[in-house]
């Protein structure tokens, strides 16, 4: 069994993640997941559909660039240093996807119920499909905010900075840096919309989402993502420090003060326990 148990689970709320867990089931499955990569055929069009809206995107930012913005004024370099962050972000966003896509990792992408582009809470998790593993991204159907999102999730999975819990799926070691990465990966889309989430404020630029915003969020029923201390029952647990696989028994009792980690000396690093990035 594993030592770390109730971390965190990489998602936006802790319901859909909670649903999540009974759909999942076991795994102990190990099949080499061979080189192909892998999406529900179901999905893989919208997957498409998804990457695609986001290199138009970009494509329209760098028309906006050039046309626009050809020499800025002092007055006006924020905006151009904003603008020019977003094309950064999303050129990343894109070659995350290259990357995933490449991976021997096999991903799937799984729709939550709901209208197109209505749904936005999301979660990336850990599942055995016909005895393969698999990462799956959950979205609400054309979001490509929580595509973005969650496919950034995935991309830390293969940076090593995230593992899977193989009893339940649930992602752990989810830290506020990676949180800023995601939500800034997913503004870099769409600067007017970070639904359905609500905090103490709105990022009006990238040096918004900090850490303190992102401990701020709530959902639309006023419940915390994320929390922080063992009394807090709401909410899941995230990492204040950064993590990784490599990380040492000492630094992730600093990261996770309000949890017991266990007592191994990589206490990440165990294939029983945890479905991690070979
Ligand atoms: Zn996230």
């Not at 050809?70 to 240093?81: D, G, T």
């Not at 991976?103 to 005895?131: C, I, R, W």
């Not at 600093?254 to 191994?264: E, I």
Request: glycine content about 6%.
């Amino acid at each position: 069994m594993p030592a770390i148990v109730n971390f965190f689970h990489v998602g936006r709320t802790a319901t859909i993640c909670t649903c999540l867990v009974f759909l999942l089931g076991r795994s102990d499955a190990a099949a080499d997941p061979g080189p192909s990569f892998y999406v529900d055929p179901k999905d893989t069009a919208e997957w498409r559909l998804l990457r695609d809206s986001i290199r138009q995107k970009k494509e329209g930012l760098e028309q906006e660039l050039r046309e626009r913005w050809n020499s800025p004024s002092i007055e006006q370099i924020p905006e151009y240093n904003e603008l020019q962050q977003r094309i950064t972000r999303l050129n990343a966003v894109l070659k995350n996807l290259e990357n995933l896509k490449k991976s021997k990792q096999h991903y799937v992408l799984k729709n939550l119920e709901g209208e197109p582009g209505q749904v936005s809470e999301g979660g990336t998790v850990y599942s055995v499909v016909d005895n393969v593993p698999t990462i799956e991204f959950r979205i609400g159907r054309m979001n490509v905010g929580s595509f973005i999102h969650e496919t950034t999730h995935g991309g830390q999975f293969e940076k090593k900075e995230l593992v899977f819990d193989k009893t339940n799926g649930i992602a752990i070691g989810d830290d506020l840096d990676d949180e800023i990465e995601a939500y800034k990966a997913e503004y870099a889309y769409n600067t007017a919309e970070l639904d359905p989430l609500i905090s103490v404020s709105v990022p009006r630029c990238f040096d918004d989402i900090t850490a303190s915003w992102i401990l701020g969020l709530q959902t639309k029923k006023g419940e915390y993502l994320f929390s922080l201390t063992k009394e807090d029952t709401a909410g899941t647990k995230i990492g204040l420090l950064p993590v990784n696989l490599n990380i040492d028994l000492k630094k992730l009792r600093r990261a996770f003060p309000c949890c017991d980690v266990g007592n191994s000396d990589r206490p990440l690093k165990n294939a029983e326990a945890y479905y991690y990035k070979q």
